[in-house]
């Protein structure tokens, strides 16, 4: 994993080149062959907001609880233009409904979704794309 620049790992047809997030979802791909092995590739980093909402109240399991009182936070469905799909991810920490705008440029960040005695448990989230970068 590159803290760094992380990158979300997807898959891609080989019959339709159609793109798959995670790797083997089931799609609706016609023109993809039924129960063909999908190419394992790493997706774009970046993507623009298509939309976006806040999670006001704790979700259901298996998400997991790290602090209470519970903290809403943002859900943003991101446009990965190359691969012509959307993914829907949380926002970073700290993100209020209103930084958010329909068009913005975000990436893929890591985040500590738990941990415990021996290991740190890392989730991939979006944030604002950083000033300076590319």
């Known amino acids: 994993m590159d803290a760094a620049n992380p990158t979300l790992i997807g898959g891609k047809s080989r019959s339709s080149g159609s793109y798959y997030f995670p790797k083997d979802l089931a799609g609706n791909d016609q023109e993809a062959a039924s129960?063909?092995?999908?190419?394992?590739?790493?997706?774009?980093?970046?993507?623009?907001?298509?939309?976006?909402?806040?999670?006001?109240?704790?979700?259901?399991?298996?998400?997991?609880?790290?602090?209470?009182?519970?903290?809403?936070?943002?859900?943003?469905?991101?446009?990965?233009?190359?691969?012509?799909m959307v993914i829907c991810g949380q926002m970073m920490p700290g993100i209020q409904i209103s930084d958010m705008e329909v068009g913005m440029n975000v990436q893929v960040a890591l985040d500590v979704l738990y941990e415990d005695g021996e290991y740190q448990y890392m989730v991939w989230k979006w944030e604002p794309v950083r000033k300076g970068h590319g």
């Open 35 to 84: 129960n063909e092995s999908r190419e394992e590739v790493f997706l774009s980093r970046e993507g623009k907001v298509w939309s976006y909402t806040s999670a006001d109240y704790p979700p259901a399991l298996p998400y997991i609880i790290t602090e209470e009182p519970f903290k809403p936070f943002v859900i943003a469905a991101v446009e990965l233009e190359k691969e012509g």
